[in-house]
């Protein structure tokens, strides 16, 4: 298997393993839509900032209405959306235990398909307080971020400031070679973006041989405009 694959296996994995998760504190559960994603989401409700029951409109992520479509190749490809309060979409290299807590909805749209791994999710925690340590934590894990991928090939993985909404950061896994040090196929390029109580997220996982700028241009904007997005919800902004 090449670096990509394993790469895109392994983000594969991480969500699906996320969506059985147990549901963190503070919210309950709606079933994930997969394949298709022609399900049907529940009533959505509203609410203030101290309210567990809160749940994103249909259709609010960028991505979405297009997940509920069926798919060209349905052996090759899968959408999957998710309601659950499972861990952030970017988990660099899987390390350590999230310290992420304090939301009140999460969702989760993602899209698989043969080297190609690609997610989107925006969760709204009940205070700008909570949205910034979740950010601080992912920071911290993206610097402790090592994996072994086999073939003598490591994963590592680094966070950099960028300019977008309140706080914003461009995650970067990338494989190496372990006994040259250069730059090997596979890695994950993402970008998390914090407006008020909320932060968004865009990640892709793919052929990835070196990091330049334009690998994170598509998630870059969009999450600048789902960081003014949020602000239409209530008090998140």
């Known amino acids: 298997m090449t670096g990509t694959g394993r790469t895109t296996n392994r983000m594969a994995a991480v969500a699906a393993g996320a969506l059985a998760a147990v549901v963190l504190a503070g919210g309950g559960t709606a079933g994930a839509v997969t394949g298709t994603a022609t399900g049907t989401a529940a009533a959505e409700k509203h609410a203030g900032a101290g309210e567990t029951g809160w749940k994103l409109p249909r259709n609010f992520l960028l991505h979405e209405a297009r997940a509920r479509k069926p798919v060209a190749y349905p052996e090759e490809e899968k959408w999957t959306i998710s309601d659950r309060h499972e861990r952030l979409s970017l ?21 698989t398909a043969p080297e190609l ?70 890695g994950q390029r993402g970008v998390v973006v914090r407006k008020g109580r909320a932060l968004v997220s865009y990640v892709h996982a793919g052929e990835y041989g070196g990091v330049h700028a ?20 209530p008090d998140v902004c």
């Open 91 to 111: 988990w660099p290299c899987g390390v350590g235990r999230s310290e992420d807590r304090g939301r009140v909805s999460t969702r989760t749209v993602t899209y």
């Open 117 to 186: 791994y690609r997610a989107e999710q925006v969760v709204i925690y009940r205070s700008e307080r909570a949205a910034r340590a979740a950010m601080a934590d992912l920071r911290r894990r993206a610097g402790r971020c090592e994996a072994d991928e086999g073939d003598q090939v490591v994963a590592r993985g680094r966070t950099e400031k960028i300019e977008a909404g309140d706080q914003a950061v461009r995650v970067i896994v990338q494989n190496y070679d372990r006994e040259g040090g250069g730059p090997a196929i596979g």
């Open 214 to 233: 334009s690998d994170f241009r598509r998630q870059l904007r969009d999450a600048r405009k789902m960081a003014v997005k949020v602000c239409s919800l």
